[in-house]
């Protein structure tokens, strides 16, 4: 079992940035393939950013593609979300997602590829 916890989020004005990190609870944190996925009030959840087990693979949404940036600290067991420009529409709770996988370069854009789902942190850009 692998437990996710998100922190980092708040108020941000909009052209601002926030990181946000996600602390994995496990052992073999660098056997996961990880995510980053947002949902807004009455929307469904979506994709974000994607990054393989070793962080040399990512992927990104194309509505954030150029502003976001994901990557992992192996060592210290945490995925971060770094996010510049900031706009009001990026207004969402932000939850990590987590898969094992044996493939080294696997990453994954679909919310059903995910095992393990942090509880989410809020981020809010004002206009």
């Known amino acids: 079992q692998v437990q996710l916890v998100e922190s980092g989020g708040g108020l941000v004005q909009a052209g601002g940035s926030v990181r946000l990190s996600c602390l994995a609870s496990t052992r073999t944190f660098s056997s996961l393939s990880m995510g980053w996925f947002r949902q807004a009030p009455g929307k469904e959840r979506e994709f974000v950013a994607a990054v393989s087990r070793s962080g040399d693979n990512t992927n990104y949404a194309d509505s954030v593609k150029g502003r976001f940036t994901i990557s992992r600290d192996n060592a210290k067991n945490t995925l971060y979300l770094q996010m510049n420009s900031l706009k009001p529409e990026d207004t969402a709770v932000y939850f990590c997602?987590?898969?094992?996988?044996?493939?080294?370069?696997?990453?994954?854009?679909?919310?059903?590829?995910?095992?393990?789902w942090g509880r989410g942190t809020q981020v809010t850009v004002s206009s």
């Open positions: 997602a987590a898969r094992f996988t044996g493939t080294a370069n696997f990453y994954s854009s679909f919310v059903s590829h995910y095992d393990y």
